[in-house]
Nanobody
Framework: QVQLVESGGALVQPGGSLRLSCAAS????????IGWFRQAPGKERVGVSC????????YYADAVKGRFTISKNNAKTAAYLQMDSLKPEDTAVYYC?????????????????????WGPGTRVTVNS
């Protein structure tokens, strides 16, 4: 079963950029859709973005649309979340997870229960 580990979190000023990585081991991501989630202090974990098996299959939450970009590398060994124009409200621990279906839903992330193999998370702090 594929295992995931996130990295790339840091302290960054508002307006800055970060690139989060989600490294896979135990299998490649060829046949998996991968979701990125975040959990701010005292709040529930929410979906941010998802990338599917099919080229061009992606979903972005409204809060990040136009600022974040999700991708996979050519070897399908990692997924990434490029985060630009960061805001203080983007502060959270970011997680990646495997989606139980090949492709992402068009209008939402779907329930958390449909994701598994959660990584330990990486902390992003946006603060001046």
């Amino acid at each position: 079963q594929v295992q995931l580990v996130e990295s790339g979190g840091a302290l960054v000023q508002p307006g800055g950029s970060l690139r989060l990585s989600c490294a896979a081991s135990g299998d490649t991501l060829d046949y998996y859709a991968i979701g990125w989630f975040r959990q701010a202090p005292g709040k529930e974990r929410v979906g941010v973005s998802c990338i599917g098996k099919t080229d061009g299959n992606m979903y972005y939450a409204d809060a990040v649309k136009g600022r974040f970009t999700i991708s996979k590398n050519n070897a399908k060994t990692a997924a990434y979340l490029q985060m630009d124009s960061l805001k203080p409200e983007d502060t959270a621990v970011y997680y990646c997870a495997v989606y139980r279906y090949y492709d992402c839903l068009q209008y939402s992330m779907g329930p958390l229960e449909d994701f598994y193999s959660w990584g330990p998370g990486t902390r992003v702090t946006v603060n001046s």
